[in-house]
């Protein structure tokens, strides 16, 4: 049994519950894939077996929980231990140390808008809650920000297999472009950010 067909015998036994503890791995463990779960739960809704709405709001919790669950671990612990912790066992979450670090780079340099859109990127969004936790971004901030990244991922992922879960060819097609639309949007943010630095420092120079 291959990973999709995996996939899809979870959600066959366990419907919306499947869906959520699906999500809930995809964000603790990478090589479960949003971009395989949501579009297969969304093509079972176009077919009667769940609704399209169960299917957004089942996916939304699990992966809301897991965000919640590792932002409390970067809280709770020094980044010590938590860097120890990955060195011991990242590889049973394909993860590293070096990836940790990467993230809680990108927070400290472009804030708290990469909880938003991290939540739309592959990998990323199973490693920012943890250094949004280890920088003490307010909890409730960070919630705001992943609901909206969550809410807009998880729709687009189910409304694709939804509408195009018969046309696989289309469907690959759709994920492969979408990935350079979020490398542009991404690009897009980081020179918003740096021109608002750039204007803020001009200022008090002037002053």
């Given at each position: 049994m291959n990973l999709t067909e995996w996939i899809i015998s979870i959600m066959e036994k366990l419907g919306y519950l499947g869906i959520a503890l699906l999500m809930f791995l995809d964000n603790i463990f990478p090589p479960v894939p949003s971009e395989i779960i949501m579009p297969s739960a969304g093509y079972s809704a176009s077919r009667g077996e769940l609704l399209l709405i169960g299917?957004?709001?089942a996916g939304c919790?699990?992966?809301?929980?897991?965000?919640?669950v590792l932002y409390w671990i970067g809280y709770k612990f020094n980044h010590e231990t938590i860097f120890r912790f990955v060195d011991r066992y990242?590889?049973?979450f394909f993860i590293q140390s070096s990836d940790v670090k990467t993230a809680?780079?990108?927070?400290?340099?472009?804030?708290?808008?990469?909880?938003?859109?991290?939540?739309m990127v592959p990998a990323v969004r199973s490693l920012i809650s943890i250094p949004a936790g280890m920088s003490r971004m307010p909890f409730w901030k960070?919630?705001?920000?992943?609901?909206?990244?969550?809410?807009i991922w998880t729709?687009?992922?189910a409304c694709v297999g939804f509408y195009f879960g018969e046309n696989q060819a289309l469907m690959h097609q759709i994920f492969s472009q979408v990935g350079y639309v979020m490398l542009g949007i991404a690009l897009l943010i980081i020179l918003w950010i740096f021109y608002r630095r750039y204007q803020r420092k001009r200022r008090n120079f002037k002053n």
């Open positions: 299917v957004i709001i919790i699990g992966s809301l929980v897991a965000a919640a990242g590889k049973y809680l780079d990108w927070f400290e340099h472009y804030g708290h808008r990469i909880v938003f859109f991290g939540r960070f919630m705001f920000y992943s609901s909206l990244g969550t809410i729709s687009f992922l």
